[in-house]
């Protein structure tokens, strides 16, 4: 019952010498069948000892000393003279451990990889090296897909960040990866769908690659734009409306303090008075980039030959095309001064110096301990403003930045602090344009919640591109440019949720794997690692195709 592997031999002796446990055992089988032909054989040549390292019993690594016999072949067909008997369950050709010591080996190899494997092998009383774990992975079995799952995802992995990228396909019903290809291409995709029919709906992300590989090589599949990203690509959009509005920024600071119990109410907000422009080496450079793209667009040049002709990334060249001033670029915190990564750690600065820390080098460590990244030079210059003064002085009003302006857009109102609320109301009452955009915004929002972009993308759509803003006009620009993935992704159930959180694994294992991710050995980790069920899917409704 507890070693069931040795039933088929007759155990001899049991000892323990040194850290391990040593059992004596032989055959017993009267005859054994030849693995060439099949012909069942009693004549015994000889005899010879095999050491199996087998399970850890009682924390002692076990050592099975196993005496074998060769047998004689008795066809004359067969190429094989002798042949070795094995032992079902117990033994295979040319193995020094038993089935059961590799299977936990293996299960220890792919969670864990080659040094933290062989560190838990160790604990386990069944030391292996790091290199024998990773020839234990690729040993197993590349799985076989020979057809698509019906809710396939695709999304794009690194393999050398920035250089080279693979591409992972997850079926998105049962939660597991199904294969990896070694490339990002269109047409590479299109070929795993031809070669694999079967998909019906095709979860993705905005990219261009798989929603043209998914209409070649599937063009029957349904093809749904994720939420998240759709979501995500919306508060760009928000954040770029609220930077070229952020001289209105400052009318949070005409919100009155919130008094428990009553009921909120704004006091008229004033438009802030437009930040004093940045000044400096890098605020010339971007006002004469600005000028340089939008010449070129003028006269007709693509964004990959300004690109290649200014010496820029063509990202880069997108966002100064996107601006419709150089002072969108040049985000500050609306004094017309760059954000410092100083100003999160001002008010503990203010209050050690008038608590009668005057030491820079202190105040520094102090800060260095609460996350701060900066220099002690700038530590210093920060402070000297304050040398001379008895305290120092308080700090003037600042309006909230503008991610935190587009976080509390991009927030339900029911979900934000009152204080919070009460700055936006202000912000939206000094600024009709960004009051527009937060309106677009919470009605976008209905429509991802509620799955109702079937019957309400399209009005919102053209509201949108109604309003003044031109970065909600170039959202809805690139919704059109694949309206049907994402009236899908706002209309049916499935998101591409679970292939997203597999390239957050992809990542995990990258780093544990200590430079030996190698595309090989990193898909057979992906694919054949032993992963929790996934959730439960009878419940969700089939799309409409």
Known sequence: ??????????????????????????TTAPLAACPGCGTVSRRVHSRYERRLLDTAIGGWEVLICLSVRRFLCLSRQCPKMTFAEQVNGLT???????PVVTAVLEAVALALGGRAGARLSGRLAVAVSRTTLIRLIRAMPDPAVEASPRVLGVDEFALRKGRSYGTLLVDV????????LDERSSESFAAWLIARPGAQVICRDRAGVYADGGARGAPH?????DRWHLWHNLGEAVERAVTRHRECLAAALTAPPEVPGAAPVLAPAQPGEPAPPRTGRIADRTRARHADVHRLLAEGHSLTAIAAGLGLSRNTVR????????????????????VSILDDHAAYLRERWNAGCTNAAQLWQEIHDRGYQ????????????????AAAPAPAPVPPKVKAVTSWIMTEPGQMDTADQASLDAILASS??????????????????ERRGRKLLEPWMTAALATSEPAL???VTGLRADQDAVTNGLALPWSSGAVEGHVNRIKMLKRQMYGRASPDLLRLRVLLADLPPGKATESVPEPEI
Do not use: C, K
């Open 319 to 338: 966002r100064f095309a996107r601006a419709a001033s150089p002072e969108e670029l040049l985000v500050n915190d609306g004094t017309g001064r760059q």
């Open 221 to 225: 599949a349904i093809q749904v734009a």
């Open 173 to 180: 019903e049962a939660r597991r990866p199904v294969d990896i």
């Open 1 to 26: 019952m507890l070693l069931p592997h040795l039933a088929g031999v007759e155990v001899e002796e049991v000892s323990r010498t040194g850290g391990s446990v040593r059992i004596l055992a032989r």
């Open 473 to 475: 006009r170039s959202f």
């Open 432 to 449: 009709p344009q960004l009051a527009a955009v937060a309106a677009s915004v919470r009605a976008f929002a209905v429509i991802m919640n």
């Open 374 to 389: 900066g220099s002690r030079r700038q530590v210093r210059g920060y402070l000297a403003r304050f040398r001379g003064n």
């Open 92 to 98: 295979s050709r040319h193995a020094r451990r038993t």
